[in-house]
T-cell receptor
Framework: ETGVTQTPRHLVMGMTNKKSLKCEQH?????MYWYKQSAKKPLELMFV???????ENNSVPSRFSPECPNSSHLFLHLHTLQPEDSALYLC??????????????FGPGTRLTVL | GENVEQHPSTLSVQEGDSAVIKCTYS??????FPWYKQELGKGPQLIID?????GEKKDQRIAVTLNKTAKHFSLHITETQPEDSAVYFC?????????FGAGTRLTVKP
């Protein structure tokens, strides 16, 4: 168990729905990440939060809206999604020391299907 | 930005044989190279990693080698077992920016 949990594990939504994905880490880490995993494509980094501050937004459409209320929780709010947004959404966390890259630990993901 | 190429995309080996997966990267500033294993229905799990000041690292049946000059690194699994069957991802990272390869689906036949 990596100590990173995600809910729900599966989500089916229509294009007009609004839903939220939740991630929680129990590792005492300071950085959290959202990735999108589509079939036969590399993991795509979406958002990065360091100490609750967003430090990265990889040109993600505004229909995806992240929220990080504290270092342990991360949300991804979804609205008016498209069928091509169907994918596995992975959350990760890392310690984020002052210098050097560090290991990211992943949650199990949320399998999202947009009808 | 960083670009990570991973080969092969699929690999099938007989139980007990070795498996090798290779990755190349483009950004010389990358200094951390983890390998992840992803089983069906689970998130990627770290299996081994190497930093740029080290050329090789081994953990039981798994080893990773890094050639910084050529910008490539490899995962070696010896004495493969059916439970090694999964998708393996390499990654290259500098601070807050980790880029992944497209993955290798390894199948170990009993």
């Amino acid at each position: 168990e990596t100590g990173v949990t995600q809910t729900p594990r599966h989500l089916v939504m229509g294009m007009t729905n609004k839903k939220s994905l939740k991630c929680e880490q129990h590792l005492g880490h300071n950085a959290m990440y959202w990735y999108k995993q589509s079939a036969k494509k590399p993991l795509e980094l979406m958002f990065v939060y360091n100490f609750k501050e967003q430090t990265e937004n990889n040109s993600v459409p505004s229909r995806f809206s992240p929220e990080c209320p504290n270092s342990s929780h991360l949300f991804l709010h979804l609205h008016t999604l498209q069928p091509e947004d169907s994918a596995l959404y992975l959350c990760a966390s890392s310690l984020q020391t002052s210098g050097g890259a560090d290991t990211q630990y992943f949650g199990p993901g949320t399998r999202l299907t947009v009808l | 930005g960083e670009n990570v190429e991973q080969h092969p995309s699929t690999l099938s080996v007989q139980e007990g044989d070795s498996a090798v997966i290779k990755c190349t990267y483009s950004d010389s500033a990358s200094n951390y190279f983890p390998w992840y294993k992803q089983e069906l229905g689970k998130g990627p799990q770290l299996i081994i990693d190497i930093r740029s000041n080290v050329g090789e690292k081994k953990d039981q049946r798994i080893a990773v080698t890094l050639n910084k000059t050529a910008k490539h690194f490899s995962l070696h699994i010896t004495e493969t077992q059916p439970e090694d069957s999964a998708v393996y991802f390499c990654a290259a990272e500098r601070i807050n920016d980790m880029r992944f390869g497209a993955g290798t689906r390894l199948t170990v036949k009993p």
